[in-house]
């Protein structure tokens, strides 16, 4: 009877063992497949999902792709930039960490003969690590080299002075504006190309005015350019790739 008793209780224990473990594993997959939508929206790895199976359908490849955030988004060199032809990957809200985990998709997979890497101003925004952003950049490059592919480094847009103060979690005013973490990772970006051999294509220094900020007649608000701003720039880009690249497609 005792005997029985305790393979009764064992069998038990292992159908709620098992219903244990199905239980976890049913959530486990949930909370995976939640964190997959989540960051497949943040990251916007299928952003250019239809333009980059245009390109890789039609035979072509871009002679460059420009990989930034919310400015890069809104400029369109296309035609501008000589006979280059351009696919431009800027998806707003992002920093390099994020250019990363869509780098093969939105770069390696369109075979361009270089590839231009651009932080924007929420690069410098609390939250965001700086040796992290230094990494990224690092590692873009390497990936880029690797993949035959042309690295070509970009330094960041300065803010209008209005758009140059940070506040805290807390609401108070943080000692270091935006350009305040800014101007070292252009110098550091501007180390880098030296160091390396890269091209860089120096916005900043192209559009600041005599404080450091983005002068208001180039601003559409107080992070990013407005058309006259966005012609600066393509004058500044046309003569570095056409240098690199030459004029026509390779």
């Known amino acids: 009877m005792l005997a029985r008793l305790t393979i009764f209780v064992l069998i038990l224990m292992l159908l709620a063992i098992g219903w244990k473990a199905w239980a976890y594993r049913k959530s486990a997959l949930s909370a995976l497949r939640k964190v997959e939508v989540i960051s497949e ?8 999902e239809e333009d980059n199976r245009r390109w890789i359908d039609s035979g072509e490849r871009p002679d460059v792709v420009f990989m930034g955030a919310s400015i890069t988004s809104r400029w369109n060199p296309e035609g501008k ?19 990363l985990l869509r780098f093969r998709s939105d770069v390696v997979d369109l075979h361009p003969r270089a590839v231009v890497f651009k932080a924007c101003a929420i690069t410098f925004r609390p939250g965001v690590n700086d040796k992290g952003t230094r990494r990224a950049i690092l590692d873009l490059t390497a990936e880029a080299e690797e993949a035959g592919i042309k690295p070509v480094l970009a330094t960041c847009v300065p803010v209008r002075e209005d758009g140059n ?19 070292p990772f252009n110098d550091w970006l501007r180390t880098l190309a030296a160091e390396r051999g890269y091209p860089v294509i ?8 005599d404080r450091g900020f983005l002068p208001a007649d180039l601003a559409v608000d107080d992070i990013h350019p407005n058309d006259r701003g966005y012609e600066v720039m ?17």
């Open 202 to 209: 120096d916005f900043y220094r192209a559009m600041a005015d």
């Open 234 to 250: 393509t004058a500044t880009a046309k003569p570095i790739l056409e240098t690199l690249l030459g004029a026509g497609r390779g």
């Open 81 to 99: 930039l000589g006979d280059l032809a351009v696919a431009q990957r800027g998806v707003g809200g992002q920093w390099p960490s994020h250019y």
């Open 41 to 48: 929206r943040f990251t916007r790895t299928d952003f250019f």
């Open 165 to 183: 103060t940070v506040y805290g979690s807390d609401g108070k005013k943080l000692p270091d504006g935006i350009n305040d973490r800014m101007l």
